[in-house]
C-alpha cells in the first residue's frame, strides 16, 4: 500500500510529506522510502499560528480560521507527494495535523489539539485521510507522545545493545529498547525563539550564530534548574513551557535586541553567546536523557541534525556513545517522523495498534486516529492481521 506521510513539528515553518510503499510479510513491516517533499507554510499562516501559540491568547473563530488554512496546506502537500512520488497512485494519507496546545497538569496530559481539517485532505486528493492520532491514547491514561515510539520500537528491535532514537525537533524525545520513551526538553524551540527574538530570522542556519557565541555557564545552571528535567518518564512537554517569554523571564528582556541587559549573575550577554547558550542546554539535557537510560549507541533524525553546532556538542556531552543519523540506517533524518505517521496510518487502517504503553504510560496499547473517508469510501483491507514485531526498511 502506497501510503503519504504527512508531519509538522513544533516549528511550524512546513509541512513535511514522505511517501512509502508499506506491506506486511509475516511479522515484519517493510518499508520502502518513496522519497520527500515539503510544503511552506506561507507567511500569513505561519504568523498567524504564531501569534495564536501559547502563551498568547487567541479566539475560536481564529482557531477555526486556522483549522482551514493549515488543512488546505497540507492538502497541497498530500497533492503534490501524490503527484511527485507516487505517480498518483497513493492509496491514503496519514496527517498528524499541526499540534497548537497540548494541555498538561501536575504531570498528567488532558488533552491535546492538532488542527489541519482532514476533510481537506481527503477532498483535494480522493483518498481516505487518518488524522487525529494523539488523543486516543490520552483517553487510555497516556502522555499522547511521542507517538513515533512504537515506530521506534519496531525498528531498533534486534539492534545490539541498547540503541537510542533520537528525534530532534522543536522538542526532542528518545525512544530506548525496553520501551522508555519521553521528550527530554527543547531542541530547537528556544534556539528558534531566540534567534527570531534577537535577528528577526526563524533559525539559526547551520548554526552559524551558536559557532560565533560563548556558552556563558550561570545562565546554563539557571536554565538547567527547569523541574521538567527531572520528572520521571513518561513524560511530554511542548513550547507551552518553552517559548520565547519562558527564555526572558531567565534573561531579563532586552532594551536593545543586540545586547542583553540580565540580572547580575547573568550579566550582559551578546545574542551569539544566549544562542550558543542554548544550544548546549539542548545538546546538555539530551545527552542526560541518553546516559538515563544507558545507551550504547544514539541514532538522531529530525531538523535538529542539520545543525552542526548542536550535533558537535551532543557528541561532546556523549564521550564514547557512537551518534549516527538515521540516514546511515536507510531512513532519510529530515523525513523520519512523516514516515513514522505513514505507519501509524497503515496501522489504523488495518485495524492495528499503534501505540506500546510503556512509551506513552497508557493502560493499554490503542488503534489510533479517526479516519475520513476518500471519494471512494474506504479501501478493502483483510482483518484480523498479525500485529508486526519489527520494522524492515528496504
Not at 530532534?168 to 520513551?181: E, F, H, K, R
Request: hydrophobic letters at 45%; aromatic letters at 4%; charged letters at 20%.
Amino acid at each position: 500500500m502506497r501510503v503519504i506521510g504527512l508531519m509538522s513539528g513544533t516549528s511550524y515553518d512546513a509541512i513535511d510529506a514522505a511517501a512509502a510503499d508499506l506491506r506486511l510479510d509475516g511479522d515484519s513491516l517493510v518499508l520502502r522510502p518513496l522519497g520527500m517533499a515539503g510544503e511552506l507554510y506561507d507567511a500569513e499562516v505561519r504568523e498567524a499560528l504564531a501569534a495564536a501559540l501559547p502563551p498568547a491568547a487567541t479566539t475560536l473563530a481564529e482557531v477555526c480560521r486556522l483549522d482551514t488554512l493549515v488543512g488546505q496546506t497540507f492538502a497541497a502537500a498530500a497533492l503534490r507527494a501524490d503527484r511527485e512520488l507516487c505517480d498518483g497512485r497513493a492509496e491514503l494519507v496519514a496527517s498528524h495535523g499541526q499540534t497548537v496546545y497540548h494541555w498538561t497538569d501536575g504531570g498528567r496530559v488532558r488533552g491535546t489539539l492538532q488542527i489541519g481539517q482532514p476533510a481537506w485532505i481527503a477532498e483535494a486528493t480522493g483518498l481516505p485521510v487518518v488524522a487525529d492520532f494523539r488523543p486516543r491514547d490520552i483517553a487510555a491514561g497516556g502522555q499522547g507522545a511521542p507517538l513515533v515510539s512504537l515506530f521506534d520500537l519496531l525498528w531498533l528491535r534486534g539492534r545490539p545493545g541498547t540503541p537510542v532514537a533520537l528525534n530532534l525537533g522543536g522538542i526532542a524525545n528518545l525512544t530506548a529498547p525496553d520501551g522508555t520513551a519521553f521528550d527530554t526538553g527543547p531542541a530547537s524551540a528556544l534556539i528558534d525563539a531566540a534567534v527570531h527574538h534577537f535577528t528577526g530570522r526563524a533559525y539559526d542556519t547551520d548554526g552559524a550564530l551558536a559557532a560565533r557565541g560563548t556558552v556563558h555557564e550561570p545562565l546554563l545552571r539557571r536554565l538547567l534548574d527547569e523541574p521538567y528535567y527531572a520528572l520521571p518518564a513518561p513524560k511530554t512537554t511542548g513550547k507551552e513551557l518553552f517559548h520565547r517569554d519562558y527564555l526572558l523571564a531567565a534573561l531579563a528582556t532586552p532594551a536593545d535586541p543586540a545586547v542583553l541587559a540580565a540580572p547580575a549573575d547573568i550579566g550582559t550577554l551578546a545574542h551569539q553567546d544566549v544562542i550558543a547558550t542554548l544550544t548546549r542546554l539542548t545538546a546538555r539535557t539530551v545527552a542526560d536523557a541518553v546516559r538515563s537510560v544507558r545507551a550504547t549507541e544514539v541514532i538522531a533524525s529530525g531538523g535538529g541534525t542539520r545543525n552542526p553546532v548542536l550535533m558537535a556538542m551532543l557528541a561532546e556531552e556523549l564521550p564514547g556513545v557512537p551518534l549516527h543519523t538515521s540516514d546511515a540506517l536507510g531512513l532519510p533524518a529530515a523525513a523520519k517522523e512523516a514516515y513514522a505517521f505513514a505507519v501509524l496510518g497503515f496501522l489504523t487502517l488495518h485495524g492495528l495498534v499503534g501505540t506500546d504503553p510503556r512509551s506513552t504510560g497508557a493502560r493499554h496499547p490503542s488503534v489510533l486516529g479517526s479516519v475520513t473517508p476518500g471519494r471512494n469510501g474506504l479501501p478493502r483491507v483483510p482483518r484480523g492481521l498479525k500485529q508486526p514485531v519489527r520494522l524492515v526498511i528496504g
